[in-house]
């Protein structure tokens, strides 16, 4: 047991080192394919100057992290002799399909821009994509539910402080867990709006998360969490002002939906608004900015939203805007171990 989180920090540190490799080509054939993000006219001159920059570079984390942690977890899947090795398989089915999800959305965006009766950056329509990842969560939270010993920490929730679990009915644990899935999904979407923010902010709540499933024993969680830093962080090398390609839908539905299935895994759901405090006021901001509009008749509460814009419109420059957000983020993640601890 305690050799497991050296190995799996060795294993974040070799992803990283193999996705730098392999992402600079990656960029190159995103770039030859004129995979190019379309920038929504609503944003700032800087961001027009953007467009048509690579995105979808989200496949640059998936296919890495399902393939090294399907290569680690191989024989105790096809043998069954772990569960909890067998269960491992459930958010790497999320990561997949909801990258599917992004990348059908990311694309149709690149298509459509063409017509120049749609709007620039819009991809499927927002009903249809919500409805899919509704069905999507609702199966994953079905399973979890339903598999009877392999996710012994799952249907249940932690209460920090108190240290004490309350078992949930699967009737109040389904929708619970769709809910999570689909709004952490949504809210790293609304995160990923500047170059690097929603991948520092992703990779410190999968650490966080890697340290609550080592204190847990649960150590095929742990290698996929710390996996996934090295991949998100390797993301980033391309990622870093000034952006060589986007992460997309591609990435942060998948991200976020995986990050909300790792929360379910542990039992501590509640510690997640917590330890993803920045995709939650950036989703927060777009509620209450959408809210406010409506019952003002045009006036607005924030200059733009998502919150990143808005502090942008005041005068932090970019860069600016994600480093102290990552401060928030990286604080926050601190704050939800301890609390885990407690």
């Known amino acids: 047991m305690p050799a497991s989180l050296p190995f799996a920090l060795t294993m974040g540190a070799v992803t990283f080192l193999l996705c730098v490799i392999w992402g600079g080509p990656f960029v190159e054939v995103l770039r030859r394919l004129r995979i190019g993000k379309q920038i929504r006219e609503q944003l700032s001159e800087g961001h027009q100057l953007k467009a048509g920059t690579p995105t979808m570079g989200g496949l640059m984390i998936v296919f890495p992290v399902v393939a090294l942690v399907l290569g680690l977890n191989l024989v105790s899947v096809v043998r069954g002799s772990s569960i909890s090795g067998a269960s491992i398989l459930l958010p790497l089915l999320v990561m997949v399909s909801f990258a599917l999800l992004g990348a059908y959305d990311d694309w149709e965006g690149i298509r459509r821009s063409r017509n120049p009766l749609r709007p620039r950056g819009e991809g499927i329509s927002g009903r249809v994509k919500f409805a899919l990842q509704v069905l999507l969560a609702g199966v994953v939270s079905c399973v979890i539910s339903l598999y009877d010993g392999g996710f012994q920490f799952a249907n249940q929730i932690n209460i920090p402080l108190l240290g004490f679990a309350i078992p949930l009915h699967p009737i109040l644990f389904i929708p619970i867990s769709t809910i999570i899935i ?17 991948g520092i902010i992703t990779a410190s709540a999968f650490a966080a998360y890697g340290i609550i499933a080592f204190l847990q024993g649960q150590i095929f969680l742990v290698q996929l969490c710390f996996i996934l830093v090295g991949a998100c962080f390797a993301f980033l090398w391309y990622n870093a002002h000034p952006a060589q390609m986007f992460m997309g839908d591609t990435g942060s539905l998948a991200l976020g939906a995986t990050l909300g299935t790792i929360a379910i895994m ?21 509620i209450l900015q959408v809210t406010y509009y409506k019952r003002t008749k045009g006036k607005r509460l924030f200059r733009m939203s998502p919150l990143h814009h808005h502090f942008e419109l005041g005068g932090w420059s970019e860069t600016q805007v994600v480093q102290r957000f990552w401060l928030v983020g990286l604080l926050a993640s601190i704050l939800g171990v301890a609390l885990a601890l407690l």
Do not use: C, H, R, Y
């Open 182 to 198: 689909v709004g952490f999904s949504n809210a790293t979407n609304l995160t990923d709006g500047m170059d690097g923010l929603a």
């Open 266 to 286: 542990t039992g501590q759901w509640l510690l997640l608004p917590v330890i993803a405090i920045v995709p939650v006021a950036e989703a927060v901001s777009v």
